[in-house]
């Protein structure tokens, strides 16, 4: 039903839209199901009563903001509001593709919401963009966040089946696990699990895995696809929440905030849990920025704004199942539930008061799995290259991945008969 009305809503702006003056339209382009729908009529309103004059917001959504990054830097795509993930706000960040979010408002004795985001979110933002040395705070805003695990359906699999990621390799899994199409997340994923033993013996970390891409660990993770690749059922960007809530998916690698949904929205006779692996996973924020080509600032700096009210950053995460990067008291004391049985250490994310709250896990991780994530970063070349493994492992169907590794055991056993047999003959002479 959200699915529904978002996409009529979607069709109803693209209509009423048309004829208007351009300074009287804000294009936004967001992630699809990432906003409550009836939270952007109310901006309308709300614009309209704060300004005196009309706004209306013509909406579009997409699965993969890479694509419109791409229209963005030709210049041939008219947005002036994107939300695309902290990765790719670095990339624009350093192609200067982004300019300074517009704070007029406060003049007009508007509340600056965007201070309410969490320190946690601003100082990772932050880091990203110390290279550039500007305040990243001006040119992006965190809006949703969270990390990436595996939601499964706990009649058929095991918490202990999934503890570690070596599950993606386990036979038993073969043509069952969905996997969310993002080969981002994946890389992080695959390369914390290879170089597992030497995070633990500190010689490397998690985040400087995730920072540098060399060639040669690219090559270690495109072979660890091909090994998983037989386990792969199907590749989902939001399908997979629903299919693993009705039980037609039995586990997913999926993030959080879809595991979330589902676990909340489970058909009769289906538990769902969510965990992240030993090894570890990613944390990633998608983000509020203001394209080089915006052609309506104002009004950009005014939505921005708006969606960071902590009641509108709520009633956000009521609808898509993330966490608001805003990180107010009114957010913590909105999701406290006294009735859960286990408390979770968020003082990284709401600070010290948060050391032993009852809240959601699923939607706010503890600490410590938060210790053992790295942060997505902008590879640059290397993220291409990623992206083409990516899409050619795709194309392969599981009895391909399957057929191709059978064979390879078929030469190795040859080749050591030969071995064998040469050898026999030596000792023989």
Known sequence: MKKILLIVFSLLTLTTVHGQERSQVLKVCNWDEYIDPELIGEFEAWYRRQTGKSIKVEYEVTDYPEDQLATIESGAYDCDVFCPPEYLVERMLRRQLLMKID???????????????????DSTLQNIGKDSK?????????????????????????RSDVESWRFLFDSKF???????????????????????EEIEAG????????????????????????????QMKAFEVEGDKRLLANGTHRIAVTWNGDANWAVDSVSEGVSLEFIVPKEGSDVWFDCWVVPATCRNAEAAGYWINFLCKPEHALRNMDFTGYSSAVGTPEILAAVTDTLLLHPVDLSYFFGPE??????????????????????????????????????????????????????????????????????????QR
Request: charged share 20%.
């Open 174 to 196: 073969r043509n069952k696990i969905v996997i969310k199409d993002s080969p981002s997340d994946l890389y992080n994923i695959l390369i914390t699990y290879a170089k597992y």
């Open 203 to 230: 010689r490397i970390t998690r985040n400087a895995l995730a920072t540098h891409l060399s060639n040669e660990n690219i090559a270690l993770v495109e072979d660890l696809l091909k090994q998983a690749r037989p």
């Open 103 to 121: 704070t007029s408002f406060t003049a007009r004795g508007i509340p600056n919401w965007m201070n309410g985001t969490s320190a946690f979110v």
């Open 354 to 427: 948060a050391t032993a709250v009852y809240v959601d896990s699923i939607m706010y991780p503890d600490r410590e799995i938060i210790e053992r994530c790295s942060i997505l970063r902008d590879c640059g070349g290397h993220q291409e290259v990623m992206r083409e493994i990516w899409l050619r492992m795709k194309k392969m169907n599981s009895t391909d991945s399957a057929t191709w590794y059978v064979a390879v055991g078929i030469i190795i056993i040859i080749l050591a008969a030969i071995a064998v047999a040469v050898g026999r003959r030596k000792h």
């Open 134 to 158: 500007v305040r990243m705070k001006d040119y992006c805003v965190g809006y949703l966040w969270g990390t990436t695990g595996v939601v499964f359906n706990t009649k058929y699999v095991k």
